[in-house]
Nanobody, 111 residues
Framework: QVQVVESGGGLVQPGGSLRLSCAVS????????MGWYRQAPGKQREVVAI???????NYGAAVKGRFTISRDNAKNTVSLQMNSLKPEDTAVYYC?????WGQGTQVTVSS
């Protein structure tokens, strides 16, 4: 049984940083891309960042230059380093592996 579990969310002040982690169990990351998505209240889920098996990355326009996605295939994990956080980054962040999703982790940016 495949499980996707996020961790690392929390409350941070504007301009601060957070690091999210995602662990996949029951499968190996292999050749598949991994992604981080987010959903704010009243809004649709949007892509934050995607990383391929070879390490190529793509970012949503709103986070480009501030967020960095990385993966460790040996540990079956993917991380999201978030810097220069803004109040509009407040959302539930979800990790995606193929058609499996984590339960989400809340990120709140507020003073």
């Amino acid at each position: 049984q495949v499980q996707v579990v996020e961790s690392g969310g929390g409350l941070v002040q504007p301009g601060g940083s957070l690091r999210l982690s995602c662990a996949v169990s029951g499968a190996t990351l292999g050749i598949y891309p991994m992604g981080w998505y987010r959903q704010a209240p009243g809004k649709q889920r949007e892509v934050v960042a995607i990383i391929t098996s070879s390490g190529s990355t793509n970012y949503g326009a709103a986070v480009k230059g501030r967020f960095t996605i990385s993966r460790d295939n040996a540990k079956n994990t993917v991380s999201l380093q978030m810097n220069s956080l803004k109040p509009e980054d407040t959302a539930v962040y979800y990790c995606n592996y193929r058609w499996w999703w984590g339960q989400g982790t809340q990120v709140t940016v507020s003073s």
